[in-house]
Structures are given as structure tokens and as C-alpha cells.
């Protein structure tokens, strides 16, 4: 009620000049007085939804009995014009009329609008937590994390300037945990898929950590969380604590699937709904996760979790499910049942459509592998050629190509391993004796599938590609003590063959260049088990195999590089960059190593730079001095300065004279 009054006699008549509770309801039907009570009716109980309308809140003007496309009402609450103005702004009265809701104090602010715009000042910028800060490094630098002891740290890659530094600079170790006498997490870590988020286990739940300086952004409650999952594009991350409920009202689900930015819980699954883990496969763009069960493969859509069309896909005893990396093609395999041989299928999401279907005869074992640009699947077996006799196949699945071809590679060697080259055409194989087998590589061409080379009697188990292809590193684990080989894919040489004693992981940082191999233990092992924990620590290389730095860690658990998400360029962008590199950039990427060179220098070595530095400033100097005498040494040779100063003859001459000459009786 507003303070303002008139005042007539002894009563005051106060005046009311709030109008919140009032809406203006623009374009609706213009109709006569046939139409209008028919009109007004409906308005009253549309609105009427959304609160309760004064007694004579509704008005409806009118010009020479036609309506006038708009109307007036008034609610007993600010609440209900609020929620009138929400629900039926820009909503349809009729197949002719959206509506345009506007409340009344509203149409005042609109009114006292200047003629002229003025733009608003320009607030100070506030910084805010950046997930992907790190990727705006100006050498270009990539990070790792490595868990040892009770120690979780973050470091920046930088083996070059920091050469005498152990090769790298601490970005964030848990400094804030420990002023408050705790840990960063209590067991294992993970990065996301695309790097943004660092989760850490606790007793309660997940933690996740970004930004700059690693803030917590999220925690996750899940008593006695064991292991996890992040999707895709990090939209959502699966938690299990692996144990069942104690009943059916019991909320600790033990398979959890959590919305990462607001930290709800949207779904929760009982242990026995997977049999191993990953329990879900998850669609390249996070819109689908699938599992199978008895007899179905049960695919589940985002956000709301539930099943697709509410119903699974019935596929009577399939095995195992893989997603392309790219597309929205799961693709399954169903092992031979009676008289009914296996079989290998593609089918398209959300339609359900059957892309391909390939039988396959008196095979087992199967395994798929996507490449990871989804252009290719291959599926290996183990078929029966005779009652003696078994082989491998490979059937390869041409994705892009129509009907979906299939190339056949039949091998007689026992198969210890396979391995897409990333993004490329190639693969690589390790066949034959386990005790030195030997290592091939595959192309697949327009129409064939040729092979390429082949690396005789390797001490390899395991194949690690780069991420951009052109090197691949051949490891003998296990009982091969680590034994490495580099292998550069241009010429197919090895660059270096080595050995790091007991090795259990390498990984490749995301540029492809440097590798780092590791011997890790796991974090409840005994410490007393001397085995478990000699050699403990991580060796950085280069990609062609030079050993960059050592370093030795006891109780050591994990490193891992900080993963990137996929570059926003174009293919022909990327090519036109690669061709350009050394015509661009190769002189500045020079004057940056010299520089490195020059800030690792000391004693002798530095005073050595100095001369060579001080020799190269003197012969120039020399250099121009003498092409600046040009003139006057064309005049010493009678005023020609036109003469070639090169045009001049050589004449040897010998002369021999005697000395002595000695006779010597014995």
C-alpha cells in the first residue's frame, strides 16, 4: 500500500500504487461481443491455474464493441502473477495467437528507457575456476601426477630447462591438505577423460579437484567407494563400492551414476546388475551407457537414465558390447549356441537399426577392437581349421565404407597381441613363439589389406602406439623384465633398444613425445615384500629412446599423465600446420633449445660457450670490415675497382739445395 492519500472530510482514502500482483496479457484474438464472454472465460481459467484472480481482477477494454487484442489481471498474491508471467509467456492461446506475458511494474521500467543507448560499464573481471588453464601453458607443456608414500603431486613435464631439476617443476602437492595435518586422498586417483577433474578416494566418497591451483569443486558421497568411471565428456562418473545393499530401502546403491556439475545422484544399480567392470559402456557423447544381462543389452539414455523406448534389446546370450568412438554404432557378439554359429552385429542408436551382420563358424575367444577415430573394427577369434589345428582370424569391419565390407587376415602363430595405430590406417600384431615372437605391422589400403613390415624374434609382449602415430614402443613385461624397444614407423627402425628392470606401465604423454615407463606397486601391498617393492619408481624418454631422467621412489603407486581433450582443429588445418612447421617455426623452436643449452651451462663448459660466442661476434665484425675495404684494395690495384678480386694465378716453385753431406766408414 503506497504512503500517498487524499483526503475528503474525516476519511482518508488511500491510494494503492503497487501493482505486483498485476499481469498485461498482449496478442491475443480481437473479437465482437458474440466472442467476448466466451473469451474472457477462457483467459480467467487459464490463468486461474497459476493463482487466484481478485474479484474483479479481469478486464478486458474495448473500442466500438471489438475487443483490443490485449487484456488486464490482477491476482490476490505477488506469487501468482509471477508464476502466470513463467508458465504462459510465449505460449500458445491458439494456433494464431502466442501470448506475451508482461507484468505491470515491468511496462514502467520498458517506458523510462533512454531515447539514446548507453552501453553499461564494464564490470572488473573476476576470475573463476578455468578447467582447462593448464592447456594455455606457453612452452606447450604437459602434466603428470605421481602417488608415492603419502605423497600425491602434480608436476609439469619440462625435461629440457629443468634438466638439472630432476626434469620437471611441482604445479600442486597437496600444500592446503597438509596445513590442515591431512591427506590429499587416502588411496588412488584419477583424471578425468579429458583432463578437467582429478578425483581422490576417501572413506565417504570422491572428491574432485581443478583449476589453477586445484580448489575442491565436488564431492560425491558413496561409503567405502573403491573404484570409478568418468564418461566420456566427463559429464558423468560412475562409483561402486562393490558390496550389496543391506535392503531394498537401503540408498547406498553399490553402482552409482552421478551428474558431475551439480553432484546428484541420478541413478543407482544393485552388484549383481554387472559382472565386471567397467559395469557401463558409455556412447562417445555420453547420451547412452549400455550393459548386457540374460539374454538383453540394456541401454540406458541421458538425463533422465531411464531405458531407451523403455525396453532392452533382446539378444539371446551375447557376450560382450563395445561403443564406436565416434558414432552412436554398439556393436556386440554372441558366441555359438547348439547348432547356431556366433555371431558379430552393428546396430545404430537411438533407431535400433541393423548395420551389419557377419556369422562366424566354429570360433571362440572373440575379442573387438575399435580403432580410435571409429573407421575400423576388428574382431579377432580363434577358429578351429581342423580337429588339430586352430588359427586366428581377423575380420575388419570397414565402417566408412558402403555396406560395411569386411577384410579377413588369417594367421597360423599363436596371436600374444594387437594394437590400432591411433587415428591411422595401420595396425600392429605380436605373433608366434611366446619365448621371442615376432612383431608385424598391417596397412589397410582402399580396397586390400597389405602387409608391411615385419620386426623377427622381439623379447615383446605388449605394443604402445604413440597418440600421433609414427613411433611405437614394443614392451616385454612381465616375466620379459622389461625389455623396450623404439621403434620409429617412417623407416621402421629401431632407434634404441633398452631395458627398465621390472617395468609394469608405460604410457605416452598426449603429445606423443616423450614416454614414461614405471614400476608401481599396489597401495595394499606388504611392505615387507621385498619383491613388491625393489626398483620402485618412473624413467622418462624421449620417443626415439633417450633416456631423460631417472627417478626412484619408495611405496610407488601411480603416474599418470593429465590427459587432453581433442584438438578443435580441422583435419586439413592440422596437415597444413605439420607442413609449415619448419619453414615457420623451426628457427624460433632453435633459438628456444640455445637458449636452454645456455642456461645449463657452468664452469668450463660456460666460459667454452662464451668463447665460441665471442669467436662468431669477432669473424662477423671481421666479415663486414672486409666487404666495407672493398673499394680502396680495387684501387691498390691500379684504380680497377671492377677487377676480380679472385682473378689471380698460383705459381709453385721448388728449390732444392744441398746442405751436407756426410760419409760415414764403420
Same mark, same amino acid.
Given at each position: 500500500?503506497?504512503?500517498?492519500?487524499?483526503?475528503?472530510?474525516?476519511?482518508?482514502?488511500?491510494?494503492?500504487?503497487?501493482?505486483?500482483?498485476?499481469?498485461?496479457?498482449?496478442?491475443?484474438?480481437?473479437?465482437?461481443?458474440?466472442?467476448?464472454?466466451?473469451?474472457?472465460?477462457?483467459?480467467?481459467?487459464?490463468?486461474?491455474?497459476?493463482?487466484?484472480?481478485?474479484?474483479?481482477?479481469?478486464?478486458?477494454?474495448?473500442?466500438?464493441?471489438?475487443?483490443?487484442?490485449?487484456?488486464?489481471?490482477?491476482?490476490?498474491?505477488?506469487?501468482?502473477?509471477?508464476?502466470?508471467?513463467?508458465?504462459?509467456?510465449?505460449?500458445?492461446?491458439?494456433?494464431?495467437?502466442?501470448?506475451?506475458?508482461?507484468?505491470?511494474?515491468?511496462?514502467?521500467?520498458?517506458?523510462?528507457?533512454?531515447?539514446?543507448?548507453?552501453?553499461?560499464?564494464?564490470?572488473?573481471?573476476?576470475?573463476?575456476?578455468?578447467?582447462?588453464?593448464?592447456?594455455?601453458?606457453?612452452?606447450?607443456?604437459?602434466?603428470?601426477?605421481?602417488?608415492?608414500?603419502?605423497?600425491?603431486?602434480?608436476?609439469?613435464?619440462?625435461?629440457?630447462?629443468?634438466?638439472?631439476?630432476?626434469?620437471?617443476?611441482?604445479?600442486?602437492?597437496?600444500?592446503?591438505?597438509?596445513?590442515?595435518?591431512?591427506?590429499?586422498?587416502?588411496?588412488?586417483?584419477?583424471?578425468?577423460?579429458?583432463?578437467?577433474?582429478?578425483?581422490?578416494?576417501?572413506?565417504?566418497?570422491?572428491?574432485?579437484?581443478?583449476?589453477?591451483?586445484?580448489?575442491?569443486?565436488?564431492?560425491?558421497?558413496?561409503?567405502?567407494?573403491?573404484?570409478?568411471?568418468?564418461?566420456?565428456?566427463?559429464?558423468?562418473? +560412475?562409483?561402486?563400492?562393490? %558390496?550389496?545393499? *543391506?535392503?531394498?530401502?537401503?540408498? =547406498?546403491?553399490? !553402482?552409482?551414476?552421478?551428474?558431475? @556439475?551439480?553432484?546428484?545422484?541420478?541413478?543407482?544399480?544393485?552388484?549383481?546388475?554387472?559382472?565386471?567392470?567397467?559395469?557401463?559402456?558409455?556412447?562417445?557423447?555420453?547420451?547412452?551407457?549400455?550393459?548386457?544381462?540374460?539374454?538383453?543389452?540394456?541401454?540406458?539414455?541421458?538425463?533422465?537414465?531411464?531405458?531407451?523406448?523403455?525396453?532392452?534389446?533382446?539378444?539371446?546370450?551375447?557376450?560382450?558390447?563395445?561403443?564406436?568412438?565416434?558414432?552412436?554404432?554398439?556393436?556386440?557378439?554372441?558366441?555359438?549356441?547348439?547348432?547356431?554359429?556366433?555371431?558379430?552385429?552393428?546396430?545404430?542408436?537411438?533407431?535400433?537399426?541393423?548395420?551389419?551382420?557377419?556369422?562366424?563358424?566354429?570360433?571362440?575367444?572373440?575379442?573387438?577392437?575399435?580403432?580410435?577415430?571409429?573407421?575400423?573394427?576388428? +574382431?579377432?577369434?580363434?577358429? %578351429?581349421?581342423? *580337429?588339430?589345428?586352430?588359427?586366428? =582370424?581377423?575380420? !575388419?569391419?570397414?565402417?566408412?565404407? @558402403?555396406?560395411?565390407?569386411?577384410?579377413?587376415?588369417?594367421?597360423?602363430?599363436?596371436?600374444?597381441?594387437?594394437?590400432?595405430?591411433?587415428?591411422?590406417?595401420?595396425?600392429?600384431?605380436?605373433?608366434?613363439?611366446?619365448?621371442?615372437?615376432?612383431?608385424?605391422?598391417?596397412?589397410?589400403?582402399?580396397?586390400?589389406?597389405?602387409?608391411?613390415?615385419?620386426?623377427?624374434?622381439?623379447?615383446?609382449?605388449?605394443?604402445?602406439?604413440?597418440?600421433?602415430?609414427?613411433?611405437?614402443?614394443?614392451?616385454?613385461?612381465?616375466?620379459?623384465?622389461?625389455?623396450?624397444?623404439?621403434?620409429?614407423?617412417?623407416?621402421?627402425?629401431?632407434?634404441?633398444?633398452?631395458?627398465?628392470?621390472?617395468?609394469?606401465?608405460?604410457?605416452?604423454?598426449?603429445?606423443?613425445?616423450?614416454?614414461?615407463?614405471?614400476?608401481?606397486?599396489?597401495?595394499?601391498?606388504?611392505?615387507?615384500?621385498?619383491?613388491?617393492?625393489?626398483?620402485?619408481?618412473?624413467?622418462?624418454?624421449?620417443?626415439?629412446?633417450?633416456?631423460?631422467?631417472?627417478?626412484?621412489?619408495?611405496?610407488?603407486?601411480?603416474?599418470?599423465?593429465?590427459?587432453?581433450?581433442?584438438?578443435?582443429?580441422?583435419?586439413?588445418?592440422?596437415?597444413?600446420?605439420?607442413?609449415?612447421?619448419?619453414?615457420?617455426?623451426?628457427?624460433?623452436?632453435?633459438?628456444?633449445?640455445?637458449?636452454?643449452?645456455?642456461?645449463?651451462?657452468?664452469?668450463?663448459?660456460?666460459?667454452?660457450?662464451?668463447?665460441?660466442?665471442?669467436?662468431?661476434?669477432?669473424?662477423?665484425?671481421?666479415?663486414?670490415?672486409?666487404?666495407?675495404?672493398?673499394?680502396?684494395?680495387?684501387?691498390?690495384?691500379?684504380?680497377?675497382?671492377?677487377?676480380?678480386?679472385?682473378?689471380?694465378?698460383?705459381?709453385?716453385?721448388?728449390?732444392?739445395?744441398?746442405?751436407?753431406?756426410?760419409?760415414?766408414?764403420?
Amino acid at each position: 500500500m503506497g504512503d500517498e492519500y487524499e483526503e475528503f472530510g474525516e476519511q482518508r482514502l488511500t491510494i494503492n500504487d503497487d501493482f505486483r500482483n498485476v499481469v498485461i496479457v498482449d496478442n491475443i484474438p480481437i473479437v465482437d461481443q458474440k466472442k467476448y464472454e466466451k473469451l474472457c472465460s477462457v483467459l480467467r481459467r487459464n490463468f486461474g491455474k497459476h493463482g487466484k484472480v481478485t474479484k474483479d481482477g479481469f478486464h478486458m477494454p474495448t473500442v466500438d464493441g471489438k475487443s483490443l487484442g490485449y487484456c488486464f489481471i490482477e491476482f490476490e498474491t505477488r506469487e501468482g502473477a509471477n508464476t502466470a508471467q513463467a508458465e504462459k509467456n510465449n505460449k500458445k492461446l491458439d494456433k494464431d495467437h502466442k501470448m506475451k506475458v508482461t507484468k505491470w511494474n515491468d511496462v514502467d521500467t520498458f517506458l523510462d528507457a533512454p531515447e539514446t543507448y548507453e552501453a553499461p560499464e564494464k564490470p572488473e573481471f573476476e576470475s573463476n575456476v578455468t578447467h582447462t588453464s593448464w592447456l594455455l601453458d606457453h612452452f606447450g607443456r604437459d602434466q603428470f601426477l605421481i602417488r608415492y608414500a603419502k605423497e600425491t603431486q602434480i608436476y609439469w613435464n619440462d625435461p629440457y630447462r629443468k634438466a638439472n631439476d630432476e626434469g620437471r617443476v611441482l604445479q600442486y602437492g597437496g600444500e592446503r591438505e597438509k596445513s590442515r595435518d591431512k591427506v590429499w586422498t587416502e588411496s588412488y586417483t584419477a583424471w578425468s577423460s579429458k583432463g578437467s577433474y582429478l578425483a581422490t578416494f576417501h572413506r565417504p566418497g570422491i572428491k574432485i579437484w581443478g583449476g589453477d591451483d586445484f580448489q575442491a569443486l565436488g564431492r560425491f558421497i558413496h561409503d567405502g567407494v573403491n573404484i570409478i568411471a568418468w564418461s566420456p565428456n566427463e559429464k558423468y562418473i +560412475v562409483t561402486s563400492n562393490n %558390496k550389496d545393499r *543391506k535392503g531394498p530401502k537401503d540408498p =547406498n546403491w553399490c !553402482i552409482q551414476i552421478w551428474d558431475v @556439475k551439480t553432484q546428484k545422484m541420478m541413478r543407482g544399480f544393485d552388484k549383481a546388475m554387472t559382472r565386471s567392470w567397467p559395469a557401463f559402456k558409455w556412447s562417445h557423447d555420453d547420451r547412452f551407457f549400455a550393459r548386457t544381462g540374460d539374454g538383453v543389452i540394456s541401454i540406458y539414455e541421458t538425463p533422465h537414465m531411464g531405458l531407451l523406448d523403455k525396453k532392452s534389446v533382446k539378444v539371446d546370450g551375447v557376450a560382450n558390447i563395445e561403443w564406436c568412438p565416434s558414432q552412436n554404432i554398439l556393436a556386440y557378439w554372441v558366441p555359438e549356441q547348439l547348432n547356431v554359429p556366433a555371431k558379430v552385429a552393428l546396430i545404430e542408436l537411438p533407431s535400433r537399426k541393423l548395420i551389419r551382420e557377419k556369422h562366424l563358424y566354429s570360433v571362440s575367444d572373440v575379442k573387438m577392437h575399435w580403432q580410435s577415430a571409429g573407421d575400423y573394427l576388428c +574382431v579377432k577369434m580363434a577358429r %578351429k581349421k581342423t *580337429k588339430k589345428t586352430t588359427v586366428q =582370424n581377423f575380420e !575388419i569391419f570397414r565402417l566408412k565404407e @558402403k555396406n560395411v565390407p569386411v577384410e579377413i587376415l588369417e594367421m597360423e602363430d599363436e596371436v600374444i597381441a594387437f594394437a590400432w595405430e591411433p587415428k591411422g590406417h595401420r595396425f600392429a600384431l605380436i605373433h608366434g613363439n611366446p619365448a621371442r615372437p615376432d612383431v608385424s605391422f598391417y596397412r589397410l589400403k582402399k580396397k586390400t589389406l597389405e602387409k608391411i613390415k615385419t620386426l623377427e624374434a622381439r623379447s615383446a609382449n605388449c605394443l604402445f602406439w604413440s597418440p600421433n602415430g609414427d613411433y611405437i614402443v614394443l614392451g616385454g613385461l612381465g616375466d620379459k623384465n622389461g625389455q623396450l624397444d623404439f621403434v620409429d614407423t617412417s623407416d621402421w627402425t629401431t632407434t634404441v633398444s633398452t631395458e627398465h628392470i621390472m617395468c609394469t606401465d608405460v604410457e605416452w604423454d598426449p603429445s606423443g613425445r616423450y614416454v614414461i615407463t614405471s614400476v608401481t606397486q599396489p597401495i595394499d601391498v606388504d611392505q615387507h615384500n621385498f619383491r613388491a617393492t625393489m626398483e620402485n619408481g618412473y624413467k622418462l624418454w624421449t620417443c626415439s629412446g633417450q633416456l631423460l631422467q631417472s627417478i626412484s621412489a619408495d611405496q610407488f603407486y601411480q603416474v599418470l599423465w593429465r590427459p587432453r581433450p581433442q584438438t578443435l582443429l580441422p583435419p586439413d588445418k592440422r596437415k597444413e600446420v605439420k607442413n609449415n612447421l619448419k619453414d615457420k617455426y623451426w628457427r624460433q623452436f632453435e633459438i628456444e633449445d640455445d637458449e636452454i643449452r645456455q642456461s645449463q651451462l657452468s664452469g668450463a663448459a660456460r666460459e667454452r660457450e662464451n668463447w665460441k660466442t665471442a669467436w662468431k661476434v669477432f669473424r662477423q665484425r671481421a666479415v663486414e670490415e672486409y666487404n666495407a675495404d672493398a673499394n680502396a684494395r680495387a684501387e691498390l690495384r691500379d684504380g680497377n675497382v671492377t677487377d676480380d678480386e679472385n682473378d689471380y694465378e698460383e705459381t709453385e716453385i721448388v728449390h732444392s739445395e744441398e746442405i751436407s753431406k756426410e760419409i760415414t766408414y764403420v
